[in-house]
């Protein structure tokens, strides 16, 4: 049981170039969500999904793309990179109770 | 608009001193609150939530917490510091009275002197 796993770990790219940042679960989760965490600002919402299928909205999710075609894979795409996506970004998955946070995928956009 | 406010960014204590963290939140129901620690480099671990009931809540690692609606705060506690407790803590509240779409305070930075 890996729980939330994120890859790339590390991540440089330059303006304008595209990416995706990939998120799997294996605790078949319906509920999966983005956050990026800032210095000084802590953890914002970029998208989430309730179910396969099903996405919408958080806080931030201007520049950001998101599918979910499985319960098990939730990927986040950036399709015009921008320094200000400088970033962490965590997945999380989420049971009746409790959020599980990924490792991280650090994120630097020059 | 919900909100949490995290007051302290940064808190020195001594290895054996008790510990507060101060959480402060904005919302017109009975939230779900949550306290996340997050040591440097790593992902978010969960150390205790609150959804109902006793408003004096357990959680690992020797930490608590107490829920005051009257202050609307949810601060967390620990009697005795360990070195390893060093690292940063984060206050949430599920957004819209839920426990999917967490709103996040700012961060605490806890250093721990020997």
């Known amino acids: 049981n890996a729980g939330v796993t994120q890859t790339p770990k590390f991540q440089v790219l330059k303006t304008g170039q595209s990416m995706t940042l990939q998120c799997a679960q294996d605790?078949?989760?319906?509920?999966m969500s983005w956050y990026r965490q800032d210095p000084g600002m802590g953890l914002r919402l970029i998208h989430y999904?309730?179910?396969?299928?099903?996405?919408d909205q958080g806080e931030v999710p201007n520049g950001y793309n998101v599918s979910r075609s499985t319960t098990e894979d939730f990927p986040l795409r950036l399709l015009s990179a921008a320094p200000s996506q400088t970033s962490v970004y965590f997945c999380a998955s989420s049971s009746q109770v409790e959020q599980y946070f990924g490792p991280g995928t650090r994120l630097t956009v020059t | 608009a919900q909100s949490v406010t995290q007051p302290d960014i940064h808190i020195t204590v001594s290895e054996g001193a008790s510990l507060e963290l101060r959480c402060n939140y904005s919302y017109g129901a009975t939230p779900y609150l949550f306290w996340y620690v997050q040591s440097p480099g790593q992902g978010l671990q969960l150390l205790l939530k609150?959804?109902?009931?006793?408003?004096l809540v357990q959680g690992i690692k020797g930490f608590e917490a107490e829920f005051k609606r009257s202050q609307s705060s949810f601060n967390l506690r620990k009697p005795s510091v360990h070195w390893s407790d060093a690292a940063e803590y984060f206050c949430?509240?599920?957004?819209?009275?839920?426990?999917?779409?967490?709103?996040f305070g700012a961060g605490t930075r806890l250093a721990v002197h020997p």
């Open positions: 609150y959804f109902s009931g006793d408003t």
């Open positions: 999904s309730v179910g396969a299928g099903i996405t």
């Open positions: 605790m078949n989760h319906e509920y």
């Open positions: 949430a509240v599920g957004a819209a009275g839920g426990y999917n779409k967490l709103i």
